[in-house]
């Protein structure tokens, strides 16, 4: 099996340290980032796929965007780290920008789906 080839099982996309005690705080970080285009957060749009959280602190975030052309690819990362590196407590942040699994509109909050009309 090539490395390329996904483990049956195996989730597309890694959980989140959700039991750690900033995770709520850097959630909400990564709600105050929205795509210009969307009138909606990264989060709820469901391009944050995992937070990961270590014991000193630092902060991993792996996300897609709507699309590989979205103008603002090279910027949103920064956005995001900005955001998150605001949270109290914060010692690193660290923005993974990952086109596997590929977004999809199944991927939004319910919320985001109200805001947008699909629902």
Same mark, same amino acid.
């Not at 959980?15 to 285009?37: F, G, I, K, M, Q």
């Not at 000193?56 to 990362?77: F, R």
């Given at each position: 099996?090539?490395? /390329?080839?996904?483990?049956?099982? /195996?989730?597309?996309?890694? *959980?989140?340290?959700?039991?750690?005690?900033l995770?709520?705080?850097?959630?909400?970080?990564?709600?105050?980032?929205?795509? *210009?285009?969307? *009138?909606?957060?990264?989060?709820?749009? @469901?391009?944050?796929?995992?937070?990961?959280?270590?014991?000193?602190?630092?902060?991993?975030?792996?996300? /897609?965007? /709507?699309?590989? &052309?979205?103008?603002?690819? @090279?910027e949103?990362? @920064?956005?995001?780290?900005?955001?998150?590196?605001?949270?109290? &407590?914060?010692?690193?942040?660290?923005?993974?920008?990952?086109?596997?699994?590929?977004? &999809?509109?199944?991927?939004?909050?319910?919320?985001a789906?109200?805001?947008? &009309?699909f629902?």
């Amino acid at each position: 099996m090539s490395q /390329t080839e996904q483990l049956e099982g /195996t989730p597309l996309i890694q *959980p989140s340290s959700t039991d750690h005690a900033l995770h709520v705080d850097v959630v909400e970080a990564c709600r105050s980032v929205y795509d *210009p285009e969307i *009138p909606v957060n990264i989060f709820d749009l @469901g391009l944050v796929y995992t937070i990961l959280i270590d014991d000193e602190n630092a902060v991993k975030v792996i996300m /897609t965007l /709507t699309a590989p &052309g979205c103008p603002v690819a @090279g910027e949103m990362p @920064g956005w995001v780290a900005d955001a998150v590196s605001s949270v109290p &407590g914060v010692k690193q942040v660290d923005v993974d920008l990952v086109w596997e699994p590929p977004w &999809g509109m199944d991927m939004m909050s319910d919320e985001a789906r109200l805001e947008l &009309g699909f629902m």
